[in-house]
């Protein structure tokens, strides 16, 4: 199963509303996640099983959709969240992510 | 608090083979799969396959199958991954990873190891 994520990157300023979606090439029910990874960093999961919040992460993140589209909002951009963010689908037992989206600074 | 630690770069030769170790602290190392993934420079991600420390069971992404082996040490709660037959393109960060879920498998990665860079070059 492929993930399509778009846009690839985008520039956005501080307190911007930002949507990142991820589209399956097959149907994948709600196994997804949203993963950030900064810089010389590991990922960090944000977003499990499409919309659950994963603990820590704060609610300005919300994931949302299933079958093949899904969307991950920022709902106010903040200085810590310029990253990349991928998605990942857990179709067993493939697991395969999204080529990546890069969140920059407008 | 739940860490992962992984052991430190290395440089291979094409056609060797490369061990990567993963340290677990902070819980119950047998309750909660690992899985291994890798990202080659400036490029995405790529999951390689788990190991259940519990049972040993091991299940590889069919890109790595006959290439790579799990194992598991539950006396020192470490994992280890090992990717024999390096070529250029293996070339990258390798991460462990712990599943979200106690005793099932449900491929959301909740913890990370800080990464080991393996890089292959003659």
């Known amino acids: 199963i492929q993930l399509t994520q778009s846009p690839s990157s985008l520039s956005a300023s501080v307190g911007d509303r930002v949507t990142i979606t991820c589209r399956a090439s097959?149907?994948?029910?709600?196994?997804l996640a949203w993963y950030q990874q900064k810089p010389g960093k590991a990922p960090k999961l944000l977003i499990y099983?499409?919309?659950t919040l994963h603990s820590g992460v704060p609610s300005r993140f919300s994931g949302s959709g299933s079958g093949t589209d899904f969307t991950l909002t920022i709902s106010s951009l903040q200085p810590e969240d310029f990253a990349t963010y991928y998605c990942?689908?857990?179709?067993?037992?493939?697991?395969?992510f999204g080529g990546g989206t890069t969140v920059e600074i407008k | 608090q739940v860490h992962l630690v992984q052991s430190g770069a290395e440089v291979q030769k094409p056609g060797a083979s490369v061990k990567v170790s993963c340290k677990a602290s902070g819980y119950p190392f047998t309750d909660y799969y690992i899985h291994w993934v890798r990202q080659a420079p400036e490029q995405g991600l790529e999951w390689v396959g788990w190991i259940n420390p519990k049972s040993g069971d091991t299940s590889y992404a069919q890109k790595f199958q006959g290439r790579v082996t799990m194992t598991r040490d539950t006396s020192i709660t470490t994992a280890y991954m090992e990717l024999s037959g390096l070529k250029s393109d293996d070339t990258a960060m390798y991460y462990c990873?712990?599943?979200?879920?106690?005793?099932?498998?449900?491929?959301?990665?909740?913890?990370w190891g800080q990464g080991t860079l393996v890089t292959v070059s003659s």
């Open positions: 097959q149907g994948i029910s709600s196994y």
């Open positions: 990942q689908q857990i179709s067993s037992p493939s697991v395969t």
């Open positions: 990873a712990r599943d979200i879920m106690h005793t099932q498998l449900w491929y959301f990665f909740e913890y």
């Open positions: 099983a499409a919309s």
